[in-house]
């Protein structure tokens, strides 16, 4: 009886071969990877930056026609195709002044409508500005208000301070007189208010 070799549950099958992504199932990750990897091969290379869509244009006249189409009964089939072409011709070029038309139009519109909140924003501006420089000269003139009251007080009570002081010298002086007049030992010396108030006391009495 002979052995037929079988698969051995202890092989393991060959690895599949790597499969090459192409470009359509690219991530977006992978294709701007694959975007700078082209850019950065030819560093010296020009790079070329895609220009806008161009704008359409009408088709100029041509200087002769060629295929004019006559009074004559029994045209050919071919005339149909012709008139088709220049219907189609006649609907672009309407078209495309309807496009320029309406464009031009809402160009305008925004820019009147751009003028007038640009008319608006500045008497916006200005009319802030004017409560603003309101509200600083007010600012200003109650604090040059308060610094004149705080000097008139301050000068009250310097003047005040200093009459006092001036009282209180003359009153020492006088009685540094009466002291060191003659036979002014043994004597008190009172103030002057009191001795106007005995007169006065002495006179109602």
Do not use: C, W
Not at 82 to 107: D, G, N, T
Not at 181 to 191: K, V
């Amino acid at each position: 009886m002979s052995s037929q070799a079988g698969p051995s549950s202890s092989s393991s099958p060959p690895p599949a071969p790597a499969v090459q992504k192409s470009k359509h199932k690219l991530t977006p990750a992978e294709q701007q990877a694959l975007a700078l990897e082209k850019l950065l091969a030819n560093p010296d290379r020009e790079i070329r930056l895609p220009s806008g869509p161009k704008e359409k244009t009408l088709r100029a006249p041509r200087e002769m026609m060629k295929n004019v189409s006559g009074s004559s009964a029994g045209a050919g089939s071919g005339e149909f195709h012709v008139y088709k072409h220049a219907r189609r011709r006649e609907y672009e070029r309407i078209k495309l002044l309807e496009e320029k038309a309406a464009k031009e139009k809402s160009s305008s519109a925004f820019l009147i409508s751009q003028a007038q909140q640009a008319a608006t924003d500045e008497a916006k501006t200005n009319k802030n500005r004017a409560k603003r420089d309101k509200k600083k000269l007010a600012r200003e003139k109650a604090k040059l208000q308060s610094a004149e009251a705080n000097g008139k007080s301050t000068g009250a009570d310097a003047k005040r301070k200093r009459a006092e002081d001036q009282g209180e010298a003359g009153k020492d002086g006088e009685e540094k007189k009466l002291k060191a007049a003659p036979g002014a030992e043994g004597f008190t010396f009172r103030p002057r208010e009191e001795e106007e108030s005995e007169g006065e006391e002495e006179e109602e009495s």
